[in-house]
């Protein structure tokens, strides 16, 4: 039998963290492969007759984008290859012959912000030098990221609202007649990242129109805070106002990136001001959901949402050096309280989406541990190289013309319309947002729920 005091050491060892010092690159790499290891246990896709590149429920086919985007940016930061054949398969299978992400599966449901995170995964392994797809048939990444931006280019609409992406691709979906900021964000940084790979001018002057249109419409403020989107239908002037971290991520890290295209002072004070106004999403330097966590109301996808302003913060301090200095220590301080809350699971690996409360809350969630994943992993970003580019060494297979800007539209039986359940998706959910808000009596914000 035990004396107490052993109890107690066990409950000690229960609770350790996993071991992440900040100073020990070796350190990182190890616990970056735990966490990662942690949220593969929900893939089955590389699996005989399983479906390359899906989650199992409840997780929605974006965030499986996002994992692998997730990966490319581990193995690249850690050198550790262990997982890039199923990166490869999982891209390779969702984008399709045309290379736009656009699988007949999926497309019934497909919103503009959800292509948009698969082809982030395409433009990263474009811009790591991530190993080429080996198949003659299979479009390459840059080529992919380019069916994408000419699919979404095509659907730029200017009957409401003075332009914009609408959420939904198709008509049928609720969405449709959303206009949203990731939709549009996303949009924006992927033409800023074609413009600085392949030079070309005609990317560049889309970001322009879509960042113009972003602060003209209202979704971005003055002082460079995203609200969530509006509804087309009486012009987009009733915003959901709403405030995530990757909307501030998306594009914060398409400005660096178009400031460095340019060069320009304006790009230059566009970025400067996106980092000023992320600091709502900072508490004591550790970063946190603040439209979910405090009312503990984070849904399936937005609990992965930290690990994309942690992911572009850190390309943004390779983009724009100048921020190096204000960004590093606000990842370092995340990463930190990250991974403290990692002392779940068998190996300690298991994650908490609270990273301000250090502790971990008995989740085994993909996106919590891709938030941790990717926060955890950006701290190496001083030790990697920036973005190769077309005249950097990038060795990416593109098309400019590629991707089908009209494909056929997936068979609906006659009078359907699809209730999806906004909330769920990459985009955040209007549907619920009208229906009901919560104010946050302590802080005073107000916060669609
Ligand atoms: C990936 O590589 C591992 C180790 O070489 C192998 O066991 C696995 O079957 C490969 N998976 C795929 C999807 O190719
Ligand atoms: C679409 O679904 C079918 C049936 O489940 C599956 O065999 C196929 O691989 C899926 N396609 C994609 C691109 O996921
Ligand atoms: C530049 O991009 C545009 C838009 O996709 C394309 O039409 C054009 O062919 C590209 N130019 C070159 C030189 O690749
Ligand atoms: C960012 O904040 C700093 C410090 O408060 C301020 O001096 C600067 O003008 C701000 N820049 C922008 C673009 O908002
Ligand atoms: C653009 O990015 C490169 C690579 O990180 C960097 O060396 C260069 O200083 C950046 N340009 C500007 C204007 O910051």
Redesign the pocket.
């Known amino acids: 039998m035990l004396p107490p005091w052993h109890f107690l050491l066990l409950l000690v060892v229960a609770v350790r963290a996993i071991d992440y010092d900040l100073d020990d690159p070796e350190s990182i790499k190890a616990a970056c492969k735990s966490i990662a290891h942690q949220m593969l246990t929900h893939y089955t896709g590389?699996n005989p007759g399983d479906n390359?590149g899906n989650l199992p429920d409840p997780y929605y086919w974006w965030e499986a984008g996002a994992m692998f985007n997730a990966l490319i940016e581990y193995w690249f930061t850690t050198g550790d290859t262990t997982w890039n054949?199923?990166t490869t398969?999982g891209i390779t299978w969702q984008a399709g012959p045309s290379g736009s992400f656009m699988p007949a599966n999926q497309t019934r449901t497909e919103g503009n912000d959800d292509q948009g995170f698969w082809a982030f995964a395409a433009m990263s392994a474009a811009e790591r030098n991530f190993p080429n797809p080996t198949d003659p048939d299979t479009p390459g990444w840059l080529a992919m990221a380019q069916a994408v931006f000419n699919t979404q280019a095509a659907r730029w609409d200017p009957e409401t609202c003075g332009g914009g992406l609408r959420w939904q691709i198709f008509t049928w979906n609720n969405g449709y007649n959303y206009k949203n900021t990731i939709s549009n964000g996303c949009f924006f940084n992927l033409a800023a990242r074609l413009a600085k790979y392949t030079g070309n001018q005609t990317y560049a002057d889309w970001a322009t129109k879509v960042w113009d249109w972003t602060r003209e419409v209202g979704f971005m403020t003055d002082d460079y805070r995203f609200w969530d989107g509006a509804d087309d239908r009486n012009g987009c002037v009733d915003f959901n106002h709403i405030e995530w971290t990757y909307n501030t991520g998306v594009y914060l890290m398409g400005a660096a990136t178009m400031y460095n295209f340019t060069e320009s002072p304006d790009w230059k004070e566009h970025t400067q001001g996106i980092i000023n106004a992320s600091s709502v999403f900072f508490e004591d330097d550790v970063m946190y959901e603040r439209a979910c966590e405090p009312i503990d109301t984070c849904e399936v996808d937005q609990r992965s949402f930290k690990g994309y302003l942690a992911r572009w913060m850190a390309a943004t301090t390779q983009m724009a050096p100048f921020t190096f200095d204000q960004v590093m220590p606000k990842l370092r301080a995340s990463a930190k309280a990250a991974a403290q809350t990692c002392t779940g699971g068998a190996g300690q690996a298991a994650c908490g989406l609270e990273w301000t409360s250090r502790k971990w809350d008995g989740m085994d969630d993909v996106g919590i541990q891709l938030a941790a994943l990717e926060v955890m992993q950006s701290t190496l970003i001083p030790r990697v190289d920036p973005p190769v580019t077309h005249d950097t060494g990038g060795t990416s297979q593109g098309n400019p013309g590629g991707g089908d800007p009209s494909p056929p539209p997936p068979p609906v039986p006659e009078g359907l319309r699809i209730e999806i359940d906004t909330a769920d998706r990459a985009g955040a959910g209007i549907l619920t947002a009208v229906m009901s808000f919560v104010l946050i009596g302590s802080t005073g914000w107000m916060v669609y729920e």
């Open positions: 590389m390359p054949n199923i398969q």
